[in-house]
């Protein structure tokens, strides 16, 4: 059996052969769902599931073959170490097209359920034998309030400055929040360039260009707002800007307004990790679950997470209840000390790490540099469960 847990992306219609499928590969214990396309994706949806995912296994239906062929390429090219298996007819022609595609292990209609289930531990126990390799791209994390003013920006500007203290990683702070500029201040920048200059110059984006568009705090790097600019952005070049990002960097972090428009839906369809910043309060709540409906319905419910920020134990609203509410974990509590939060916005400076605050950041620093760090996991609720039978019910881990 394998050794190590397994990934597969399955891009095929439902139908027996592929209902069969999913049993067989069930049936190995060696491999976990990353996700389930029932028609062939845009090249930009194929190319997001690759970075974010890299899954070890790519289960592909053949009926389109000029489609299939496209998708083999691009898989090829971003992720070499995907194994694809095609689901196709068995014929001269097909068998022929798959050989030239590169793609040397097929399944079809007449493959039956233990002809199956020997295939998929076959390559299950193949893909265990091969080394783990290193992702090629940094991780991108997003942070946004669930309301104004609930200390995202804090948040996300101090546990990206600790990143650079604790590890060796390339880590970038980008400001897409144009309504605010916090970053600027907590880091008293007095910037030449800004995230207009570099949205304005993406299409060209090359190493040295940027080194003279970022600014530069100690070992971090960052990417500060135009907060005077309230020209139109085009979502396309937000999407590119982070995949730079992503390129360039170990970690990526960035700051968003809370404000779901097409420039941030953009950008956290590019995270591998979004944090929505909440608090206790009532009003907090109720837009909390207006936000967290929407990302679900973008399709970006796995990587949720909440940082429940300015937190009292004796609260009404405890952490596991605001867990259970919204249906996503809770990742971290950060203690009240509005206080001394409101001291270091007003000084420009950011939160001492022997503070309660202080360690409460540190403690996510380290979790976000070291991966074997796990996230805590919330129970699927009921009707989540039913209404996604296919989908993992639970949420993964880093």
């Given at each position: ?16 052969v ?34 974010l ?26 992720s ?34 233990e ?6 531990r ?8 091969k ?5 090629k ?10 309301k ?35 970053l600027?201040?907590?880091?008293k920048l007095r ?7 570099a ?8 190493g ?11 070992e ?5 707002a ?36 097409n420039?941030?839906i ?27 409906e ?7 419910d ?10 009292l ?10 867990a ?39 403690k ?24 996604q ?7 993964e881990?880093?």
């Amino acid at each position: 059996m394998a050794s190590r847990t397994l990934n597969y992306l399955m891009i095929a219609r439902e139908n027996a052969v592929v209902n069969g499928i999913r049993d067989a590969i069930g049936g190995t214990f060696a491999f976990e769902p990353v996700e389930w396309l029932k028609d062939y994706p845009e090249e930009s949806t194929l190319l997001r599931l690759l970075r974010l995912n890299t899954p070890d296994l790519l289960i592909l239906d053949f009926s389109d073959l000029l489609k299939a062929q496209r998708t083999v390429s691009v898989v090829q090219q971003e992720s070499p170490t995907t194994e694809i298996v095609a689901v196709c007819e068995e014929n001269v022609s097909i068998l022929a097209t798959l050989l030239r595609s590169g793609v040397r292990d097929y399944v079809t209609p007449s493959n039956g359920p233990e002809d199956l289930l020997n295939t998929f531990r076959a390559l299950a126990e193949r893909l265990s034998r091969k080394p783990v390799l290193e992702h090629k791209g940094g991780e991108v994390i997003s942070f946004l309030p669930a309301k104004p003013g609930a200390g995202a920006s804090t948040i996300v500007a101090n546990v990206a400055h600790l990143t650079t203290r604790i590890s060796k990683k390339r880590v970038l702070l980008a400001d897409l929040d144009r309504n605010s500029g916090v970053l600027s201040f907590l880091f008293k920048l007095r910037p030449e360039h800004t995230l207009r200059d570099a949205l304005n110059t993406v299409a060209d984006m090359d190493g040295d260009m940027w080194s003279r568009l970022r600014s530069q705090v100690g070992e971090l790097d960052v990417l500060p707002a135009d907060v005077e600019s309230s020209a139109a952005t085009d979502a396309a070049r937000v999407g590119k800007l982070v995949q730079f990002f992503h390129r360039a960097y170990d970690l990526s972090f960035l700051d968003l307004s809370g404000q779901l428009d097409n420039l941030a839906i953009e950008a956290l369809l590019e995270s591998k990790k979004i944090y929505v910043v909440c608090t206790q309060e009532l009003a907090c709540q109720h837009l909390l679950l207006r936000k967290i409906e929407r990302l679900r319905r973008t399709g970006l419910d796995k990587q949720l997470r909440l940082i429940v920020n300015r937190y009292l134990p004796r609260h009404v609203m405890t952490a596991e209840r605001i867990a259970d509410l919204a249906g996503v974990p809770v990742e971290l509590t950060i203690p009240n000390n509005y206080e001394l939060a409101t001291c270091s916005i007003n000084e420009g400076a950011l939160v001492k790490t022997d503070t309660n605050l202080g360690r409460s950041f540190k403690k996510l620093a380290d979790s976000l540099v070291d991966e074997r760090i796990e996230i805590p996991k919330s129970r699927p609720r009921f009707l989540e469960f039913i209404a996604q039978p296919f989908m993992k019910s639970n949420v993964e881990t880093a």
